[in-house]
């Protein structure tokens, strides 16, 4: 007995792991590098991924005073 999806609905996300990969690479590496280049651990561009974390980062990267910043000075 086939479900309400059909024949086909559980091949529904076959093959977009890659796009969803790429996306994460996309997205994380430059997130990565800002965190780093601001003081920061690099491990902080992780938290882009997760919904809502990913604003409360970019709030703190906007706000933040900067370890870089402070060795600069």
Partial sequence: MMGP?????????????FWM??????IVVPMWRICQRAG????????IMIPMLNLALLYFLAFAD???RRAEK
């Fill in 66 to 68: 900067w370890p870089a």
């Fill in 40 to 47: 920061f651990s690099g491990w902080l561009g992780i938290l």
């Fill in 5 to 17: 999806e059909g024949e086909w609905g559980h091949m529904m996300w076959t093959g977009h792991w």
């Fill in 21 to 26: 990969l790429a996306m994460a690479v996309l």
